[in-house]
């Protein structure tokens, strides 16, 4: 009989779909919005729940926080607090992880800064993956990690083709064996569906993965 193996969360006995979920919008519910372009970021009306100091911050900054968001999902996942994804933010661009040109231009997030920041601000032990093939990932998984994967943002639509792999991440906490489908949360999925217990086939998920990203130990 085949077994299931996911990611143990913070509280023994909970499922897997008590993994919290943020998007790195607040309002998740105009995430599409937000994407398509019928809305600006300045406009969600729980822009302050982030902690940005004023809407056009928010708006420069959000589509930027994937990997914030889920740092954010991460802590509430493991260390059962909720912080502020533009706290976290400032806090990581201390550390290099976000770098901001003069033109404006924001870079990042920059994974070994992060790294850092994680370890000294959360006690959290990760490492960054580079040329890290899936099987890999997944077999670590089964171990209790949790990943954060560098995928193409189009991932929220996986019956397309992508044009490359890479350039958004996503909070990988689940690996299934048996049907071969990792788990996972989408800061910058447009729906429910493609928000929170997104579930995909390793393969499919392989076309958007980029080989890399961020591996968090698990606490012991």
């Known amino acids: 009989m085949s ?9 023994e006995g ?10 790195q ?13 019928e809305a600006n970021a300045a406009e969600d009306p729980l822009w302050q729940m982030s902690g940005a100091s004023d809407p056009q911050e928010y708006a ?12 954010k999902m991460l802590l509430a996942h493991w260390q059962n607090k909720i912080v502020p994804t533009f706290e976290l933010m400032r806090d990581c661009r201390d550390y290099g992880g976000y770098v901001v040109a003069a033109d404006g231009m924001i870079k990042g997030l920059i994974y070994r800064p992060f790294v850092t920041f994680i370890a000294e601000k959360f006690a959290l032990s990760a490492e960054v993956k ?20 560098s995928v193409h943002p189009s991932i929220r639509t996986p019956e ?10 996503v909070y990988v906490f689940g690996w299934e064996e048996h ?8 800061p910058s999925g447009h729906t429910m569906a493609s928000q929170e217990n997104v579930r995909l086939n390793r393969d499919t998920f392989a076309r958007f993965y980029a080989n890399r990203g961020i591996l968090i130990k698990p606490v012991e």
């Open 3 to 11: 077994r299931r193996l996911f990611m143990p969360i913070a509280k």
């Open 14 to 23: 909970l499922e897997m779909n008590a993994v919290p979920y943020f998007a």
């Open 25 to 37: 919008w607040e309002s998740r519910d105009m995430v599409a919005k937000f994407i398509s372009g």
């Open 60 to 71: 420069n900054w959000s589509q930027h926080l994937c990997g914030m968001a889920c740092l």
């Open 130 to 149: 580079e040329h890290t093939p899936l099987a890999e990932i997944c077999e670590l998984l089964g171990k209790g990690y949790v990943f954060f994967a």
């Open 160 to 169: 397309v083709t992508p044009p490359r792999q890479g350039g958004h991440l």
């Open 179 to 186: 049907r071969q489908e990792l788990l996972f949360h989408n």
